[in-house]
């Protein structure tokens, strides 16, 4: 590796963790009362070094959407990818997109903020992202079709609005779920429920 490949990677490396810092502290105290001060502190680096990565806080918190749905796209991709029969692929990749995504949010007290200030500053990173999982997801579902493993002949929907009413669904669940075990536990019942209507 390049001198400047390993530059690249080290700093990359470094954003990566002020990342997870920054969702444990936010979680913590909520997106208005963290400070860019909090975040530097709890990552071990100094403020100027922080704003030289960040431009400000509204700045680090878009870029924590783009780094966790990347990661939980990556790791929904990882579960399809993996050896078993397509019900436990499909619904391991969704709860683990789920767990990766959302849960960090669910089990804060201050959830429901987190959730608005990330309609408003990261929403593009949302569409972006759920395009992306509904893209992934009806691909699996369009193969696991042709394969005989599922049938859409004894339903009004396509593969596409299938996954597209699931995540509408399981969305329904974020504000209702006690905690996240429960978030979990309802999820996969959903998923449950949907992949039985196809199964043949």
Known sequence: MSKTKQITARAEAKK???HQVALEVFAQYGFRRTTMNDIAQAAGISRPALY?????????FHELAVYLLDLALERAR????SDGVFEE?????????????????ITSPH???LMDTNLS????????GYGKLVNTLTKEVKEAEKQGAVSFADTSLKPKPFVELLLASVNGLKKKAKSAADFRKRSKQ???????????
């Open 111 to 113: 959830g429901e903020e």
């Open 121 to 128: 500053l990261a929403a593009d990173v949302m569409m972006d």
């Open 78 to 81: 990882t579960a399809l990818a």
């Open 89 to 105: 692929r499909f619904t391991e990749a969704l709860l683990v997109y789920l767990k990766t995504y959302y849960e960090p949010v």
């Open 52 to 60: 030289l990565m960040f431009e400000n806080k509204e700045h680090l």
């Open 16 to 18: 990566v963790g002020v």
């Open 190 to 200: 959903l998923v449950e429920i949907f992949l039985r209507a196809i199964s043949r």
